[in-house]
């Protein structure tokens, strides 16, 4: 299917990935964002962690000893998703549920502890993203594999992302802001005619993903 783009409004066209799958809303774009690069600063290692069970630095829901308990940058990426993934979900207030058929992606490349890109499916088979000076795209869901905004091959099929690179989540809900551009009716998307060029497929992010390094409202607004 080719991708298909949200114009209901252009709130979403400076919202960085993560903050689309973790929020979805503009207004709240930069403490997400703060608050996702901060787990990403402590989960590599900026900076020393007390051991102990109290909130960690800047967050509000992951503890000093939950990020003990993650595996570091140095190991593979089919070790470090899936705790990476319990940490956000906890973080931003997901319930994990399995067979909910709702699910947050990550890409992780190697040496990242968060994900390169961040998207999301739902049960009615399709996938969601976006990234910086986009718009929220949409097309059917191809096992996680090709979210809409990582564009279109030469050949004018979905480029695919290397499957041992992405993982996932099944959650109970997504955030309503996420869901509130989800849920829009069909007269509010459009087949995307422009070229597809690659999103982040041919970009190696190093730490913790390339979306958010650097201040903390970098990429909140306007950064991939």
Sequence with gaps: MPRE??????SHHDMACHVFALSGDPETAVEINTRYARLGDLLYGVEDVPVDDNVANGLTAVTNNDIWKCPGPDQLAAQVAPSSLILLCREFGFTPQE?????LWGR????QVLPQHMYVTTPNGMIWDTMPEMPV??????DGRNPGAEGDGPDGQDIML???EVFSIEVASLAPK???VIDTPNGQ???DVEDADAGQAGLDGLGAGGDFIGDEDENALGDS
Excluded: H, M, Q, V
């Excluded at 067979?99 to 699910?103: E, M």
């Excluded at 992780?108 to 040496?111: N, Q, T, V």
């Design 189 to 191: 998307w459009e087949k």
């Design 162 to 164: 290397a499957p041992d």
């Design 5 to 10: 783009k949200f114009i209901g409004n252009d």
């Design 178 to 180: 996420t869901l509130e």
């Design 108 to 111: 992780f490349l190697p040496g």
């Design 137 to 142: 795209y949409r097309r059917i869901d191809k």
């Design 99 to 103: 067979a909910s058929g709702i699910r």
